[in-house]
């Protein structure tokens, strides 16, 4: 087995330094479309107004989370469970037709590692004068480039934590600079999270963190397409101007990687699909007049990819289900009534005779108005013979506000069995009939 | 009990936790320190472990930086041992406590909200019962501390006065009704059975009482029943109206707190009853009180604005800021 030169190593071994070489072409352009996309979309939403407050909050003291005209309450987390299957389902379609295209264009570690990259190119340069930079001693030159790259990335982390605080505390609030002790401590704690995990982690959170990154590879199938090297077409490698295949083994894709990979080795648990091999290696080939290709998105067995392939029945399984899930999620909050009631019956008392031996019952009604508005609703109540309120039956409830009113009912004597008979209460807007809720209850008629 | 006492439990839990830590932290290190050799055709070497004679498990080291943090983690919860109870029955070098928190966090919430009832404190109370935010209030503390015994709508049930008509047990002036929440109230009506005689004459005592607001009762009996009232007059003064100052029900009116049946007037007379309504003073502070007497005097006392007027403007209290409620 293994009786060649021994050396010794440890099992825990010290990181050695990525330092990708930066890349043009097709797949780098789509990489920087994602970054524009979602950090337009990150650092910008907290910023837009809604009905004059913040149109995306989540307000975790309040527990309530506003999302554009929708205002959801604890009561509503299923609606976040959906989304979380949503989610989930649409990562298992993409990874399906795809591979990790979600890890190479658009997981936040992805991103921000690129951005950081970037800020690293602009202090550091090229990959060339970075590997010089790691290998020098301490120098002027060195402390100022190092020292100007830590603090455009803490600059930048602090801007992402502060964002990302923004959407639990009113950013506008934070803008002014009235941070809280915990507002400054997750500001802080996410600047570092971004600084730590895009400038000092990069590829060892995909490596050894992410359980995303491990778990996709079970949604593979021989048809999934992935970062394939053409081995027929590129062995064996040889310099230009020799025989051979078509590989000239300029190891270009291996210096573009940022996952620290040889994609010539095959599919590997690091590789994050992000497809810069593929520009960097079309690059060669323009320059020496091959054909591209040599290294492309190919199915796992190698055939090229086709729509009949694509759409196979496995996918579109997937994204009927898919489909289905956010049919139901739209319809779901499309139809969701933004007024809860809960009835509660009073337990000191059953039952309570008044004059001409009618009987009452004391409830609690828990009514929560989840609109922005103002409502005062009518409360009905139905299931025996001349029940009604005694109390006033229209109440107002100011907007997002949950109020408790007693609510004391009556039924005249001789109506209903003795014991307990059910009945109904229901609340209705009386400027939006749409505004309906009807809850069960007990109206306790006492045996003796 | 003495799984509790018995300082066995706690040398295991010492034993145990210790025991676990330096054990993590020696198979670190020997993990650690551990060497392996790498061949020439697999760089990274195996672990050494062999399943099935030739199945190899191939070491792909983990990060250094991962087995620091690992440390970390060691020294970390020494130091958690040490500051904060975890170790047995060692409590900490830090001496915290969950009641201790829980004392802080109320210091905190009487900072908060002290000054809103120590505002109100200093109205008297009909201007209070005025104040549309003070009877949301009041309110919400209502459904908290008396809605059990008074009813959501405060209207009593049997043994639990009605607190939203004019008939008071101890009076309804806004003072009295807040005295009646600070220091409580003892109800006692003694057993008469004896002091009046045989059941007969409990009987025409009961007929004579329910006579007095109109009830259903033997006219015969009432007249006979009138003579033995005397020992009840002390109380409940020669016209049966009451003494608020006693606390005694007037037995005049159709109020009645144990139910007006003969039946039941019987059992009172009989056997007596004993009500309590216990003192607020001590746990919710005068502030509170200040302003549940306020909502409770208005109940009966055409309140200047109306509930549903009340809800309306409590807008402003938002949810966390109830104080009355228990978090």
Redesign the interface.
């Known amino acids: 087995?293994?009786?060649?030169?021994?050396?010794?190593?440890?099992?825990?071994?010290?990181?050695e330094a990525i330092h990708p070489r930066e890349t043009q072409g097709h797949y780098t352009r789509l990489r920087w479309l994602c970054v524009w996309l979602t950090q337009i979309a990150f650092y910008a939403t907290p910023w837009l107004q809604w009905n004059g407050r913040q149109a995306l909050l989540f307000d975790l003291?309040?527990?309530k989370f506003y999302i554009f005209g929708l205002v959801l309450w604890p009561q509503d987390f299923i609606y976040l469970a959906v989304l979380l299957i949503i989610c989930a389902y649409s990562l298992f379609l993409v990874t399906a037709v795809a591979g990790r295209v979600w890890c190479g264009f658009a997981c936040p570690q992805t991103v921000y590692t690129e951005i950081f990259l970037w800020l690293e190119r602009r202090w550091e340069g090229p990959r060339s004068a970075r590997l010089r930079l790691d290998k020098q001693g301490f120098t002027f030159d060195k402390a100022w480039r190092r020292g100007g790259k830590h603090l455009s990335w803490a600059l930048v982390g602090l801007w992402t934590g502060f964002t990302f605080v923004g959407y639990f505390t009113p950013i506008r609030v934070l803008s002014g600079l009235q941070f809280g002790p915990w507002e400054t401590f997750w500001v802080l704690f996410y600047g570092f999270a971004t600084y730590g995990n895009a400038g000092w982690l990069r590829e060892?959170v995909c490596r050894?963190m992410c359980p995303y990154a491990r778990f996709q590879s079970s949604m593979f199938d021989r048809e999934t397409l992935i970062v394939t090297y053409d081995g027929k077409r590129g062995e064996p490698r040889v310099p230009l101007g020799k025989e051979g295949g078509a590989c000239i083994d300029c190891s270009m894709c291996v210096q573009v990687c940022p996952a620290g990979i040889d994609i010539r080795k095959g599919l590997q648990y690091e590789c994050i699909s992000c497809a810069v091999c593929i520009d960097a290696c079309d690059g060669v080939m323009d320059k020496i007049g091959r054909p591209r290709g040599l290294i492309h998105y190919a199915a796992g067995n190698g055939k090229q990819a086709t729509w009949r392939r694509v759409l196979r029945p496995r996918i579109l399984v997937y994204s009927a289900v898919l489909w289905l899930i956010i049919a139901a999620f739209g319809a779901a909050l499309w139809l969701r009534t933004p007024l809860k009631l809960d009835v509660l019956r009073?337990?000191?008392?059953m039952g309570?005779e008044v004059e001409d031996g009618a009987i009452?019952n004391?409830?609690?009604l828990q009514i929560m108005n989840t609109t922005e508005q103002?409502h005062?609703y009518r409360i009905t109540v139905a299931g025996l013979e001349s029940l009604a309120p005694v109390?006033?039956d229209?109440?107002?409830?100011?907007?997002t506000?949950?109020?408790?009113?007693?609510?004391?009912l009556r039924v005249a004597a001789g109506n209903g069995q003795r014991g307990s008979n059910r009945i109904t209460v229901a609340l209705t807007a009386l400027d939006d009939p749409a505004l309906h809720v009807q809850e069960e209850a007990v109206f306790i008629i006492p045996r003796r | 009990m003495s799984d509790f006492t018995s300082e066995f439990w706690n040398l295991y839990i010492v034993v145990l936790t210790v025991l676990g830590v330096i054990g993590c932290a020696v198979l670190l290190y020997s993990q650690s320190m551990h060497k392996i050799k790498a061949g020439k055709d697999n760089p990274i070497g195996t672990t050494g472990h062999v399943w099935d004679e030739d199945l190899t498990e191939l070491n792909t080291p983990m990060p250094r930086w991962w087995m620091w943090l690992f440390y970390i983690t060691i020294v970390f919860g020494l130091a958690y041992l040490f500051l904060y109870p975890g170790l047995g029955t060692y409590a900490g070098k830090l001496g915290w406590k969950s009641s201790g928190q829980y004392q802080a966090e109320l210091d905190q919430a009487t900072k908060n909200y002290g000054p809103l009832f120590d505002g109100y404190l200093k109205q008297d109370i009909a201007a209070v019962a005025a104040d549309p935010q003070a009877h949301a209030m009041g309110e919400r503390l209502f459904l908290t501390y008396c809605s059990q015994c008074h009813g959501s709508d405060a209207r009593g049930s049997k043994g639990f006065p009605n607190l939203a008509d004019k008939d008071w047990l101890y009076g309804g002036a806004p003072e009295v009704i807040k005295a009646t929440i600070l220091h409580g109230r003892n109800g006692v009506m003694p057993p008469m059975g004896a002091a009046l005689g045989s059941d007969k004459d409990v009987e025409n005592v009961a007929h004579y009482v329910a006579s007095l607001s109109g009830g259903s009762a033997d006219p015969i009996k009432a007249v006979f029943g009138k003579g033995k009232f005397a020992a009840c007059m002390a109380c409940h003064t020669a016209a049966g109206t009451g003494n608020q100052a006693l606390g005694a029900p007037n037995l005049a009116d159709k109020v009645w707190l144990h139910g007006g049946g003969l039946e039941s007037i019987k059992e009172t007379i009989s056997r007596g009853r004993n009500s309590t309504m216990p003192a607020f003073a001590d746990f919710l502070g005068e502030g509170k009180v200040h302003v549940l007497a306020a909502y409770v005097w208005s109940l009966s006392n055409a309140p200047a604005v109306k509930p549903t007027q009340a809800n309306h403007a409590a807008v402003a209290v938002t949810h966390d800021e109830r104080p009355g409620t228990n978090h």
């Open positions: 087995m293994m009786n060649a030169p021994e050396r010794i190593i440890k099992m825990y071994a010290p990181r003291a309040a527990r060892q050894y009073d337990r000191g008392a309570r009452e004391v409830y609690r103002p005062r109390t006033e229209v109440v107002a409830v100011g907007p506000e949950t109020l408790a009113a007693p609510l004391r």
